[in-house]
């Protein structure tokens, strides 16, 4: 059973960074072929994909965030981040991570975390 958990501070203040990680169990970041993905969804908006990061450490962003946006990982933990600099209240909602399989799209999510911009 693949599982994802999302974690980190549900608080940012304007112009710092958000910073989140995501515990993977049941499978390995550095099994071939898969990818893990964040996304997010802002208040009343639909599903934003913000960036992944394949198996062999490859990264890809989408292009409104890229220059705010870092992805990394740690394969020992087996946990991959999402950094999101100079933030603002637009950047408040719900943050997922989750499990990319080729074309298919995403097979397995975390549950999401709520992630608030506010002074």
């Known amino acids: 059973q693949v599982q994802l958990q999302e974690s980190g501070p549900g608080l940012v203040k304007p112009w710092q960074t958000l910073s989140l990680t995501c515990t993977v169990s049941g499978c390995s970041i550095t099994t071939s072929y898969y990818a893990w993905s964040w996304f997010r969804q802002p208040p009343g908006k639909g599903l934003e994909w913000m960036g992944v990061i394949s198996y062999d450490g490859r990264i890809c962003y989408s292009p409104s965030l890229k220059s705010r946006t870092s992805i990394s990982r740690d394969t020992f933990r087996n946990q991959f981040f999402l950094q999101l600099s100079s933030v603002t209240p637009e950047d408040t909602g719900v943050y997922y991570c989750?499990?990319?399989?080729?074309?298919?799209?995403?097979?397995?999510w975390g549950q999401g975390t709520q992630v608030t911009v506010s002074s």
């Open positions: 989750a499990k990319w399989v080729n074309d298919l799209g995403p097979d397995y």
